[in-house]
């Protein structure tokens, strides 16, 4: 049974600093792309990161591009989303997935990831 736990959510101040973490299990966690993605209510699930399986090929969506670092450990079947000078707008769920069938360059669109996380709430104050 696949597995993707998130954790590191929470509520910080604009400009400051989160690092959410996805624990994965019941896959062979290098062979995935994985991603994260976010969600505010009454909208689709936005792009916001995704690594390669090796962790030498990252993309980001423009919004968060210079703001927030993507990495994983093969070791602990762990990806890592760091997010540094946080704005009110990055509030929202975070969800980690996790994408066996990409071609070399991590992707976007949601449909694509084969697994998905629980999320975690991300809540950045004014």
């Known amino acids: 049974q696949v597995q993707l736990v998130e954790s590191g959510g929470g509520l910080v101040q604009a400009g400051g600093s989160l690092r959410l973490s996805c624990a994965a299990s019941?896959?062979?966690?290098?062979?995935?792309?994985m991603g994260w993605f976010r969600q505010t209510p009454g909208k689709e699930r936005e792009f916001v990161a995704a690594v390669g399986k090796s962790g030498g090929i990252t993309l980001y969506s423009d919004s968060v591009k210079g703001r927030f670092t993507i990495s994983r450990d093969n070791a602990k079947n762990t990806v890592y989303l760091q997010l540094d000078s946080l704005k009110p707008e990055d509030t929202a769920v975070y969800y980690c997935?996790?994408?066996?069938?990409?071609?070399?360059?991590?992707?976007?669109?949601?449909?694509?990831?084969?697994?998905w996380g629980q999320g975690t709430q991300v809540t950045v104050s004014s």
């Open positions: 019941g896959l062979t966690f290098s062979n995935y792309a």
């Open positions: 997935a996790a994408d066996l069938r990409y071609n070399v360059y991590p992707r976007r669109i949601p449909n694509e990831y084969d697994y």
